[in-house]
């Protein structure tokens, strides 16, 4: 699930106490220069190690990071 990154850090409480465990999580921010603004969430109904990272979604010459494109390919129809 993607939510703003303050909504998250809360869901992943209530989730805690529903008997979901976090699996892993992403903070995205817009440029190198920005604050994290969003958060991918992923859980499980078992406990797992937890795996977190970063993305910025563009470079600072305005286009997209190699990173964020390989993270949404799949989701284009067309190459971005």
Known sequence: MILPTKEGEA???????SGLYL?????????TDSTFRR???QFQNSPVIRSESTITMRKS????SDDYLKLTDNFYLRKL
């Open 11 to 17: 869901f992943i409480e209530k989730a805690k106490n």
């Open 23 to 31: 699996e892993s999580s992403m903070l995205i921010k817009g440029s």
């Open 39 to 41: 958060i991918l969430l």
């Open 61 to 64: 010459d305005g286009n997209f």
